[in-house]
């Protein structure tokens, strides 16, 4: 992609999110790393343009989560948030539960105060505008298009979003080879229509649930 120019050269920065879901739980601080830590971390390391327009976070699954959640909850630092096959199950249902380790008293109380949904208020009050993209298997099982549906229904109030149904599409890596290029594709749209001419540098974060995808 960045060979034929449909995706500026970037940064990526793969994050081993464990089954956090981002939160900051009682075993690890993952939101706090990656919004404080880890982002600051990159920008003075790193020639980025440390700025929410040279800046975009996605993920897969959990990862997708992850990608609506800090960016209606931080808008000031994502100019995009890409998910694919985004976990926003309407209710846990033992899904994020049953296995969440970080959070032995993970319920749904606390599913619903931190999911995306939950800072969707405060996201309209910033009037920091970001651009979502989601792409989501059609015959997924794991995460049903129908809740996928219903998030992106109420995000479409308050922001942007590009919904696209994968067709055929499944939860695992068969479509999410095909699921990531897409996205990346409108993440280049992003960074081109965005970014200052002669800019020296793009910081792109990207975090993935406990994956590793080259590209």
Same mark, same amino acid.
């Given at each position: 992609? +960045? ?8 940064? !990526?920065?793969? *994050? ?7 939160? @900051? ?13 880890? +982002? ?19 993920? *897969? ?15 000031? %630092?994502?100019?995009?948030?890409? %998910? ?12 994020a539960c049953s296995s ?20 969707? !208020? ?11 993209? !989601? +792409?989501?298997?059609?015959? @997924? ?28 599409? +499944? ?23 965005? !970014?200052?001419?002669?800019s020296a540098g793009l ?13």
């Open positions: 992609l +960045i060979g034929s120019g449909e995706l500026p050269e970037c940064i !990526a920065v793969f *994050i081993d999110g464990y089954n956090s879901f981002y939160y @900051d739980g009682p075993g690890l601080a993952m939101e706090t790393a990656i919004i404080h830590d880890l +982002i600051p971390f990159i920008d003075k390391t790193y020639n980025t343009l440390a700025s929410k327009e040279g800046r975009i976070i996605g993920g *897969i699954s959990m990862g997708g989560y992850g990608a609506a959640r800090f960016a209606v909850k931080y808008p000031q %630092m994502f100019s995009a948030a890409l %998910m694919m096959s985004p976990a926003v199950w309407r209710n846990s249902q033992g899904n969440l380790h970080l959070f032995n008293n993970f319920d749904q109380a606390t599913w619903d105060a931190e999911h995306p949904v939950a800072f969707l !208020a405060s996201y309209t009050v910033a009037n920091s505008p970001v651009k979502f993209y !989601a +792409i989501h298997g059609t015959e @997924d099982t794991v995460v049903p298009p129908a809740d996928v549906e219903a998030f992106v229904e109420k995000l479409s109030q308050v922001a942007e979003v590009e919904y696209v149904p994968y067709e055929g599409g +499944i939860h695992a890596w068969t479509t999410w080879k095909e699921t990531c290029r897409e996205a990346l594709k409108y993440a280049g749209k992003v960074l081109q229509a965005r !970014a200052a001419p002669n910081s792109g974060v990207a975090v993935y649930e406990k994956r590793e995808w080259r590209f």
